[in-house]
Structure formats: structure tokens, C-alpha cells
């Protein structure tokens, strides 16, 4: 009995801490980190042995600018999990926080070992490498090509870049590099630390400017909520180079009018796209290949549905965070066509399989039985109107799904204190919608069809469901001539309560949800029953709550006798 109580409390805990880190993403999710973090130490606190969990706090404590709490939380989940990827990552971007360079070089490097293609980890490497070399002395130059060959097997480009900054005919290890660059730090300006050259990005615009350099550099960055790189580490931002950095010939952005530096053109000719690394023309906040890619007045290039939904939060770049209302307003994006070209001349498969991933996204988008975005709001009945004014990040990007998959539904269920939204809805389809220059919209909507929710889930922020539709059932014979009796009946006395009510309230009945539909001839020829009856529900003062069990009702006639008895009771009311 003991061993079996003490395994059954256990079994409570680790179920009360699951939840608690459920809460505590959402409270993430919704920028409220002091929230979310203090979640997560009760669920530490629940279940010290959580790898998961302190992996989590340690994000939640780097953006709460905590570095040592969230180095010492990466450093316990690397602990109880030694080989757990996202574990090294997090000590990585704690270290790199902290401004320990070299030990989070390590981490990113053993991240590399324990999967070479991850992305992340050899983004943060090259960043870290080119911020412990930089500004180049003069005897580390030659040797840039080893250390950029630990990081991709494409050496021949970066070779084949990087003859113009030296020679690299020998190879010498990290250490004793690193040991160069700590002698020469010294001698140069503290300024010139942050004209970091990104050379990754400078093989790919070299080849779509051809005879264009500038004093601008360009970097590849990670999203935000994945790492928050220190300062020290950041080459988010663009820098004028240096007088060093330019003789150096390396090429960048784009040049001054009527300045061609020849040498840098020259260079790009020689660079050959057979030899492209695919990542070199990833976005920055997907990490995937460019897919209909825009480029922002600031000159930042994103793929077009990535940048839409950063703008759902916050109306500003989201590498420079240079003010983008204007674009906002306008919701015109103009496609960068010479990256599409460059991308379907010299990359076709990549682009292939990313046109592949996209198209199958959408596909699972447009289902409309599993998957199926909820808005948690209000009761929306069939055939009956829904304005709804759309503020939250999470439903804009809904909207937009919506509207780009060409379905133009979603569900509308009420909420729910256990579930988080009801059982049961109404399909609501979207016939316009109106955009705001701050990116609010007004949808107006309909409803068309019931549905019972089968599995509750999330999606990028909002709700979704599995669902199976709803359908009244016939009748036939005596049962459909006594239901014919019925639905005659409780129309009139609905009529006869609408004409009793208050001018005032009648029209502000008929300017929402418009006139009483007319009377169906047959009742039973559409699925969901009589219009006219779910327009009277939607109009009836009845609580939300009242009014879910009409919406899951399959029986007409329990439908009608449900208003009846509602109408009898408002009319008593009214008499008094």
C-alpha cells in the first residue's frame, strides 16, 4: 500500500508540473516572461528531475535578461541529459550571454558534433568565430579558411572567397589562432571590434550585384525567440566598415553611385553557383529558403508570410526594428523577383522541395475536419450574421490562413474554464473583411454549418480542433405532419414576441442581425433546420451557456419545444 500511494503521489506530481509548464508556455507566448517563469519554479519544484523543464526556464530567464539563472538551468538540463541537443544550445546561449565567448564556441561546437546539419548551432558558431577574429590581424588572415572549414563542407566557395583577404596554404589549430587574436586585440580601436564582415552573406550578394560594393554589410541572424545574443555577439546590425576592413577587398553590399570597385566585380565573375550553399539564401526568421521573398524598405529581404506574421506583433523590421507602419497600412508586398530568379536558376531542387513543404502546409491548412482553426469569442448559430473585430496577433495570422487557403471558414465555439473552448460550434464563413492601417480588420462572417469537437489542440497560437459535422434528424409520416403543427405554431409566437418588443430594441435587433427570416415550407429541408429558428436564439437574452445545448440538439421538434417554452417564460416576464 505504501509503494502504491507514494508511486500514485509521485504520478500527481509530474502531472500538476506538466500542467504548470503548459501555463507557463502560454504566459510565454503572450510576453508575460515574469509570469510564465514563476510557473515553471513551482513545476521545478514539483519535479526537480524534469530535464524539459529546465531547459524551458533557462529561455524564459534569458529573456528576462537573468544570465546566470539561465546558464545554471542549462547547465542542470545538460546534466540529467548529456547529449540533448537543445540542451547544449541553451548552455550556448547562456555562455554567449554572458560574454564567454570561447566556452560557448565549444557548446555550439559539440551541438555540431551531436548533429552536423543543425542550422542554429553552425550559425552561432560563425557568428562567435568571426567575433573572436574580428578586427583580423594581420597573421590570422591566411588562416580564416581552416576555421571556416570546420563549419561547412562547401570549402571550395569559401576558399575561393577568401583568396582575396590572404593566403591559407597552411593549417594551424584553434588554440594558437585564438592565442594571435588575443595578442593583436590590443592594438587595435575598440570601435573597429564591431565591423564584423559577414562572409556567408557576401558570397550571395556578390553574384546578384556583380559590380556593386558598399560601406554596408549584411548578416544572417537566428529569430529572437530562439536566441538572445548578447551585444557583444550581435551582428544583427549593419556597420560602416572600417579603412582596414575595405582594403581588405572582401565584397559587400552595394556600391556609391558611379564608384565601381573593380577588383571586388571582378572577384564575384570568378564565384560559381554551383558551389552555393542553400543556407546562404535562407531567411532569417524561418531558416528555411527564401519563398516568396519581399524586401523591406530598410533592405532586409524575408520570405513574404514570415514577415507578415512578425508584423502581427510588432509593426517594425525585425532585424533592424526600423518602423514599417507604412507598409502596414498599405498590405502591399512587392516580391523581390531577382532573388526568386537567382533561387530557380541556380537552386531548383532546394526549391523544389521548399514549394513541396509550402503547398503540403496549405494542404493541411484547408482541411476542414482536422486542424480546424477555432475563434474562441462567442455563440454563432447557421445563417445568422457575425461581425468580429480582429486585434490579436494570433487571429490575424488565422484570418489570413483562412483567406489564403481560398476555404475562408473557421470555427466558432464559446469558451470553456476545463477546455479551453466548448464542445460544440458553428462553421462560420468569412464574406469580407476590412484592414485597418494598424493592422486590425473587421470580418464580416455567417454561419453555415454545426460540428462537434472530437480533439481539442493548438496551432501557432490558437486554437484548433478536430471536428465531425452536425445534421438534424428526419422524420417521416404521423411524426412529420405533428412536427409540421409544431413548427407553425412557435413561428407565430416568436413573430408575435419580436412585434411586442420596444421600437428602440427592434431596431437595434434588425441593424445587427437583419430582418426574422420567413417561414420554410418544408422545415426538414435543410440540415440545420429553419433559419428563422436560430435567428430567434441569437436574439433571445439568454446566456451563452443557455443557448449551447440548441446548438448541439439533433431533434427538430426538441429544437421548437426548447424556443416555445423560452417564449412563454419572456411573455410571463413581460405580463408581470
Known sequence: ??????????????????????????????????????????????????????????????????????????????????????????????????????????????CLALDIGNKTAKSEAQKLLLSLFSPIPGNAQEHLPDILQLLSPHSRLKGSLLNSVGSGGTSHNLQRLLKVNVEHKKSFPAHEEQNVTSLRKSVQVTEIKRDCSEDENTHTSVPESTFLISEKCSLLKRKCCSEDMRSAEVPCKRTKK????????????????????????????????????????????????????????????????????????????????LMEELIAKYLPEELTERRKVYEEEIAELSNLNKNVPIFVCTMAYPTVPCPLHIFEPCYRLMIRRCMETGTKQFGMCIGDPVKGFADYGCILEIRSVEFFADGRSVVDSIG????????????????????????????????????????????????????????????????????????????QANPNGPAWCWWVLAVLPLENRAQLPFLAMKSLRDRLNGIRRVLMFMSRTRSR
Open 1 to 110: 500500500m505504501s509503494d502504491s500511494s507514494s508511486m500514485s503521489q509521485a504520478a500527481l506530481r509530474q502531472a500538476r508540473a506538466s500542467q504548470l509548464r503548459h501555463e507557463g508556455n502560454v504566459l510565454y507566448r503572450e510576453r508575460k516572461p515574469q509570469a510564465a517563469l514563476h510557473k515553471y519554479n513551482e513545476a521545478v519544484s514539483l519535479a526537480p528531475n524534469d530535464y524539459l523543464l529546465y531547459s524551458n526556464r533557462s529561455q524564459i530567464n534569458s529573456t528576462l535578461k537573468a544570465c546566470e539563472d539561465a546558464l545554471r538551468d542549462a547547465e542542470m538540463a545538460c546534466r540529467l541529459q548529456p547529449y540533448w541537443l537543445k540542451g547544449r544550445l541553451r548552455k550556448g546561449q547562456a555562455l554567449a550571454n554572458l560574454g564567454k565567448i570561447e566556452e560557448a564556441l565549444r557548446e555550439f561546437l559539440f
Open 258 to 337: 558611379g564608384t565601381v570597385d573593380a577588383k571586388g566585380s571582378n572577384a564575384g565573375h570568378h564565384i560559381s553557383f554551383e558551389f552555393v550553399d542553400p543556407s546562404d539564401l535562407d531567411c532569417s526568421l524561418c531558416m528555411r529558403l527564401f519563398y516568396e521573398p519581399v524586401t523591406t524598405p530598410c533592405g532586409h529581404t524575408f520570405c513574404l508570410k514570415c514577415l507578415e506574421r512578425c508584423l502581427d506583433h510588432n509593426p517594425k523590421c525585425p532585424l533592424c526594428k526600423e518602423g514599417l507602419s507604412e507598409c502596414l497600412a498599405m498590405r502591399k508586398y512587392c516580391k523581390t523577383v
Open 448 to 523: 453555415k454549418r454545426r460540428f462537434k469537437v472530437i480533439q481539442h489542440s493548438q496551432r501557432d497560437g490558437y486554437n484548433t480542433a478536430d471536428i465531425e459535422y452536425i445534421e438534424d434528424q428526419k422524420v417521416q409520416g404521423q411524426e412529420y405532419a405533428e412536427l409540421l403543427v409544431l413548427h407553425d405554431s412557435v413561428y407565430e409566437q416568436a413573430h408575435t414576441w419580436f412585434n411586442s418588443l420596444k421600437q428602440a430594441l427592434k431596431s437595434r435587433i434588425l441593424s445587427h442581425f437583419g430582418p426574422m427570416p420567413a417561414k420554410d415550407p418544408d422545415p
